[in-house]
Nanobody
């Protein structure tokens, strides 16, 4: 199983950005898909997850971020609105499948004030 993130970039505070995570080797409907992030000098933290029809968010992003999936494209997305400088981090996608947990390489999101 492989996952690959894309969509990161440099934006200004208040802007929006959508990250994509394309999976191969297993279906996103068979895995627990999630997003984590790691800021410079910080520990990796959980951001959002999707399981079936349910989505879950950390308190720091609830109301601003939306996670969704496109089964036909085997891809999950993280729509990020009202971005803040503290959202600056490398964002990682994870697929928790029956065969194990699979991480992507990450995509950098930088939010300038």
């Amino acid at each position: 199983v492989q996952v690959a993130e894309s969509g990161g970039g440099l934006v200004q505070a208040g802007d929006s950005l959508t990250l994509s995570c394309a999976a191969s080797g297993d279906s996103i409907t068979s895995c627990r898909m999630g997003w984590y992030r790691q800021g410079s000098g910080k520990e990796r933290e959980w951001v959002a997850g999707i399981s079936g029809a349910n989505t879950y968010y950390s308190e720091s992003v609830k109301g601003r971020f939306t996670m969704s999936g496109d089964n036909a494209k085997n891809t999950v997305y993280l729509q990020m609105n009202s971005l803040k400088p503290e959202d600056t981090a490398v964002y990682y996608c994870i697929a928790g499948c029956n065969t194990g947990d699979y991480w992507g390489q990450g995509t950098q999101v930088t939010v300038s004030s």
